[in-house]
Structure formats: C-alpha cells, structure tokens
C-alpha cells in the first residue's frame, strides 16, 4: 500500500480488505478536488480514514453518515457482534464513541464531518452536489435500496460511485449490495470502472 497512514490501521475495527482500501483512496485522490466525499456506513472509521487522506489533499471533506447503532448483523447475538462495542449501560451498540477516537488519533478532525443518522434522514434536504459515494451500510435489501436512492442521484457527473460487499454467488455472502450494483449498472446513470476484490466502482456519466 503506497500511502502514508498516521496511525497503525490494523488497530482500527473494519471490514475493508487492503486492495479496497488503496482503491478507495486512489478514487477520492481523483475526484474530492471537484467537490465532497461521503459515505455511507462508518463503523469504526476505518473506510473514512481512507477518503479522508485523500480528501485531506484536495481542500475536500468527507461526510460520514451512520447512526452508529449498528447493522442487523451487529446486534446481540448476531454473527459480527462485538462485545467491546456493546455500551451494557444503554442497552445497544455504539461505535460512535470509537468512531470519534480514530478520526481524533488519525488527526482528521478538519476533514471528517460524522452525521450520525440514518441515509433517509441525512438525503432529506441535501443539495450538496458530491464527487464520490461511498455505500457500505447496512445488508438487507430494504437498507442498501434506501442507502441508493437517497445518494446516486447526488452524484454530480464523472463522480464515483463505490460499493462494498459484492458477492454474486449467495453461498459467499449476503445479495443486497450486489442487488444495487446491478441496479445502478442497468440505470443507464453509471458506467463500470473496476472491481478490486469486493469492492464494485463505477462512474456517474
């Protein structure tokens, strides 16, 4: 990974693959100069500090949109359920306080703006033309079709449109992000750029 990172990420929670993460990065670096970054599905921060670098070189910001409670897959219980992450005190999940620390320890107060609400609520009264979008929420079909319809539409043209988890063979994983990458592919809004491992990258024309 050709990028200088200020602080060890294998320390950071996440899910992102290193292809994805450089691949991210070099996408922002292309466009955040022609306006903001923002992605959906924070988590921990480790995503965000990616586009944030690259953001960071461009006088760019990136909107970083989750209401931090977690996926359905997060909950008690569940598979991707973390202990550490579970505040016993309140009942719930909450990654926003971890969120908050690696942002901080990363040094990208400046560049990083956290709305910490759901997609449906944050795109209600957007008008901010953004040059990339970043969806990696939550898994379900319902969530991943409203994380779409709220944010590619905002996407100005040449912009980047980036989403994680494609898995075309169900066996491998769960079918929603895959569902809207079709779906923005069969649009006729978007053309493929690349894949690199999970990650799909197409281009608002």
């Not at 292309?30 to 992605?39: D, H, I, N, T």
């Not at 709305?115 to 969530?143: C, K, N, Q, Y």
Request: proline content about 4%.
């Amino acid at each position: 990974m050709n990028i200088t990172l200020p602080i060890d990420m294998t320390e950071i929670k996440g899910f992102l693959a290193d292809d994805e993460a450089q691949a991210l990065y070099e996408q922002a670096l292309s466009v955040a100069e022609r306006g903001p970054v923002l992605e959906v599905g924070s988590y921990c921060g480790k995503s965000t500090i990616f586009l944030a670098l690259a953001c960071q070189q461009k006088n760019s910001v990136v909107y970083a949109v989750d209401h931090h409670v977690g996926s359905e897959e997060h909950q008690l219980g569940e598979m991707f359920h973390d202990p550490e992450l579970y505040d016993a005190s309140e009942g719930r999940f909450d990654t926003f306080k971890e969120f908050r620390r690696n942002i901080r320890r990363a040094g990208l107060n400046d560049t990083v703006v956290p709305i910490v609400a759901t997609s449906e609520v944050s795109a209600r009264h957007w008008h901010t033309p953004l040059a990339m979008v970043f969806i990696d929420g939550g898994h379900s079909l319902d969530a991943a079709l409203c994380d779409y319809r709220c944010w590619a539409t905002k996407i100005i043209s040449g912009g980047i449109l980036a989403i994680h988890d494609l898995f075309p063979a169900p066996e491998e994983g769960g079918q929603a992000p895959y569902a809207i990458y079709k779906m923005a592919l069969a649009s006729g809004l978007f053309e493929p750029v690349a894949r690199v491992n999970t990650l799909g990258l197409l281009r608002r024309l």
